[in-house]
């Protein structure tokens, strides 16, 4: 069972920087994508950035371009997610995803993290 812990979360203003880690625990799998999803009050879970194990591809939502960035360190099996002018929009709870599969099967093993709040608010 792979765990994953997100911090790095907090109060910030409009214009403001935050920068999120997701922490995994040890995995084999030999392929994968880590990924931020964000969720606000009343609104469905939506995916914000993602990343790529193997070749560090990278894919984000039109509403973040140009402000969020989504990074990787393999070593430390921890993904980041570089947030800046940030808006009051950005408000949710910040989620780690983790999508792993395995060669040798056709299996999707899929994981999340306990989240962690962001609020832009002056």
């Known amino acids: 069972q792979v765990q994953l812990v997100e911090s790095g979360g907090g109060l910030v203003q409009p214009g403001g920087s935050l920068r999120l880690s997701c922490a995994a625990s040890?995995?084999?799998?030999?392929?994968?994508?880590m990924s931020w999803y964000r969720q606000a009050p009343g609104k469905e879970r939506d995916l914000v950035a993602g990343?790529?194990?193997?070749?560090?591809?990278?894919n984000y939502a039109d509403s973040v371009k140009g402000r969020f960035t989504i990074s990787r360190d393999n070593a430390k099996n921890t993904v980041y997610l570089q947030m800046n002018s940030l808006k009051p929009e950005d408000t949710a709870v910040y989620y780690c995803n983790l999508v792993g599969r395995y060669s040798y099967e056709n299996t999707r093993y899929d994981y999340w993290g306990q989240g962690t709040q962001v609020t832009v608010s002056s």
């Open positions: 040890r995995f084999t799998f030999s392929s994968y994508t």
């Open positions: 990343i790529t194990g193997a070749g560090g591809s990278t």
